[in-house]
């Protein structure tokens, strides 16, 4: 778990910094509040570790 935290630091550093420069912190952290509950559902979940989605049809749900 560790890991995952070192990989995506720099990530969320950058989507932060785009916010706070666009002066839009609630909004962005609206949208990211949206995405953990669609990354969180089992049937996302599901989805997502579907070998026969292609990338585009995972934009798509």
Known sequence: MAENV???RPYA???F???R???ALG???EALDRLALVAADSGMKA???DPKL???QLCLL
Request: charged share 15%.
């Open 13 to 15: 550093d950058a989507a």
């Open 21 to 23: 420069g666009a002066g």
């Open 27 to 29: 909004p962005w952290s």
């Open 54 to 56: 292609s990338a585009e």
């Open 47 to 49: 989805c997502f570790n």
């Open 6 to 8: 070192t990989i995506a």
């Open 17 to 19: 910094e785009l916010a």
